[in-house]
């Protein structure tokens, strides 16, 4: 379930502070709910610890992710059509 899958990916980036892909997934998911504040700031998280994060190619190329959650970040990104991977 969503939540869950949320409080997972906070959980991970709390625990390990400098893993940015954890920042990263949990600003999709965020962002997916509609909470686009708390995406961004996860977003920026990502970004002051890994710039890549600012490239949906470089995201697409080195994540293993569903689809939607590939789709809800290029959204993140400003992408017009938000590809799913």
């Not at 999709?28 to 890549?52: C, I, P, S, T």
């Amino acid at each position: 379930d969503d939540a869950h899958a949320l409080q997972l990916a906070r959980g991970v980036a709390r625990r390990s502070a400098g893993y940015a892909e954890a920042h990263a997934s949990a600003a999709a998911m965020l962002y997916a709910g509609g909470r686009v504040a708390d995406a961004e700031g996860e977003f920026d998280a990502a970004n002051e610890l890994e710039a890549g994060w600012k490239s949906f190619d470089v995201v697409a190329q080195n994540t293993r992710w569903p689809p939607r959650l590939y789709a809800a970040f290029g959204k993140l990104l400003g992408l017009p059509d938000a590809p799913t991977q």
